[in-house]
């Protein structure tokens, strides 16, 4: 069973060394869950989530946090209609 995500629910320490949380931004009329740092590089950042929620979440390491991202990117692509 996969537990889905939560608006608001805290995420991993992002890479600058700040806390995280998850969101949901509108794409193609599609509520998709983006990870959203504050301070990232001194304005803010939001990455992609795959749409599933994984296990370890979010305790993973730096390759898995990676591999989920990479993945998000793709599933948003998609829902956004790009060609990849």
Do not use: N
């Amino acid at each position: 069973m996969s537990i889905p995500w939560a608006d608001t629910e805290r995420g991993p320490t992002c890479a600058c060394g700040m806390p995280t949380y998850v969101s949901f931004v509108i794409v193609a009329g599609k509520s998709l869950p983006v990870l959203v740092c504050f301070a990232h590089a001194g304005v803010g950042a939001k990455f992609a989530l795959p749409l599933e929620r994984p296990e370890k979440w979010p305790s993973m390491s730096t390759e898995e946090m990676v591999s989920l991202l990479e993945r998000g990117d793709r599933e948003h692509g998609l829902a956004a209609g790009a060609q990849r």
